[in-house]
């Protein structure tokens, strides 16, 4: 047989994945692992889904998706979060926001193309560049600045390639935000560049400190700008894998292309699903917000306390805490912590480089297993004390 594709041959697998899967062959496991909310998605929701099926809407829509789903779309992003997009030619829905990566990367790279993204990041960014035939460029983060994106950074990594650089804020997996004046400092560089800004914006509605900040809030680069987002995060409907893109209407009529040959339309149910969360499914959401705020206050207070220091994640449902203090690399601890307490964490290099020293957990859980996850973390950090203590030979 001839051999498969090098690039597909070459990409790492899910490093969250790999502990989500480990953790599921044990027994009596907390998993602060995958991303997922814990909540259901609200019944009013999937009832308009099973309303539209029994009454035959269950054939394609138009390539774009529902108008209807399109026009409330745009209303809700005009009114929230003072983005403008014109839903008949600059709003594309998408199998979940993940298509939506795929979609603009392909419509956007000539093969050598450079792409910037960030270290920590999302795990599929750095893939999707890749599979469209672009160079991944890297910008490390760091903790001192509360994982933001600066503009020295921004400045330092555009070249004569750069074709558009890859952000997501809040940030999976940090928590990390940028603020309309942190956003208000680049966009010299971008305008003048003109590259573009492909921001993931799927953890918007899970900002719990301030307002959420966009850089397609800025006029003068609005046609840089593609905003991908979603209804997985928010709405608790990962299942339902909806999301959507806006952008310019000649890249978003070249997204559209690609979207109609691979995909033809988003479900339809799941459509329909979208116009009930859209129309009466935002007070879901804040009770829902609520509830990851109550979370994360408690987890960021016990990390802390038990000496992993933790920076107060301002958006998404994800903290980030520091473990280089115990000699371990994050996969070690991970792997130890899930072998001798039953507690399945990420380790920070499954985002990164520069993820070495931290883990990531994921409080899209109740607060029982928060509350028992903490105790064994807490467990484990006094069995590797001990252990020092009688072979000092071990301290890192």
């Known amino acids: 047989m001839k051999p498969l ?3 597909i041959e070459n990409l790492k697998p899910s490093g969250i994945r790999k502990f989500f899967d480990l953790a599921s062959t044990m027994d009596n496991v907390i998993s602060f692992g995958v991303g997922e909310p814990d909540f259901d998605t609200p019944w009013h929701i999937c009832e308009n889904a099973v309303y539209s099926m029994s009454e035959g809407k269950t054939h394609y829509t138009a390539n774009r998706g529902l108008l209807e789903l399109r026009k ?17 030619n600059e709003i594309l829905v998408t199998v979940g926001g993940s298509e939506a990566i795929d979609l603009a990367m392909r419509a956007m790279i000539n093969p050598g193309d450079e792409v910037i993204t960030m270290d920590p990041n999302y795990v599929a960014y750095t893939p999707a560049i890749e599979m469209a035939g672009g160079i991944p460029v890297i910008i490390p983060l760091e903790e001192k600045s509360e994982f933001k994106l600066t503009p020295e950074a921004l400045k330092n990594a555009i070249t ?3 074709k558009a650089i890859l952000i997501n804020f809040p940030s999976n997996p940090t928590g990390g935000v940028m603020t309309y004046e942190d956003y208000e400092k680049l966009v010299p560089i971008i305008e003048e560049s003109g590259i573009y800004v492909v921001s993931d914006e799927i953890y918007a509605e899970l900002t719990f400190d301030g307002e959420f900040a966009s850089l397609a809030q800025f006029p003068s680069i609005r046609d840089q700008i593609v905003v991908i987002n979603g209804f997985s995060k928010a709405f608790a409907m990962t299942g339902w894998r909806l999301g959507y893109v806006m952008s310019n209407p000649n890249l978003s009529a070249a997204m559209t292309k690609i979207h109609q040959y691979i995909i033809m339309s988003a479900p339809t149910p799941a459509q329909y699903a ?3 969360a859209m129309t009466d499914g935002l007070s879901d959401v804040s009770h829902m917000r ?3 705020m109550n979370r994360r206050n408690l987890l ?16 998404t449902f ?14 070690e601890f991970c792997n130890r912590l899930v072998e001798e307490q039953r507690v399945a964490c990420v380790p920070g290099t499954a985002f990164g480089e520069k993820g ?40 890192s």
């Open 5 to 7: 594709s090098k690039t």
């Open 290 to 292: 609520n509830e990851y």
């Open 300 to 315: 960021v207070s016990r990390l802390n306390r038990m000496g992993l220091k933790t920076n107060m994640p301002h958006g």
């Open 318 to 331: 994800y903290v980030f805490p520091n473990i280089s203090q115990t000699g371990l690399t994050s996969e």
């Open 274 to 276: 979208a116009l009930e």
């Open 356 to 395: 070495e020293g931290f883990m990531r957990m994921s409080y899209a859980c109740s607060m029982d297993n928060i509350i028992e996850g903490c105790d064994r973390i807490e467990a484990f950090l006094a069995s590797l004390e001990q252990k020092q203590e009688e072979n000092p030979s071990n301290r």
């Open 160 to 162: 004569d390639k750069t």
């Open 72 to 88: 409330l779309i745009a209303e809700f992003h005009r009114i929230r979060y003072d983005q403008h997009y014109n839903p008949e």
